[in-house]
């Protein structure tokens, strides 16, 4: 992970682009989507 981060040129608390992973969520037993910027916003 460092690596890529020193790669893209990035650092620990850079800002980077809006990103939506896929994500595993368990107590739903399914996947579900999450936005940087939601994140960004509920301060997660």
Known sequence: MI???ACLGCNVGSDI???TPETYEPSKGGFSEISLRALK???K
């Open 17 to 19: 682009p809006d990103f």
């Open 41 to 43: 916003k509920t301060k």
């Open 3 to 5: 690596e890529l981060c």
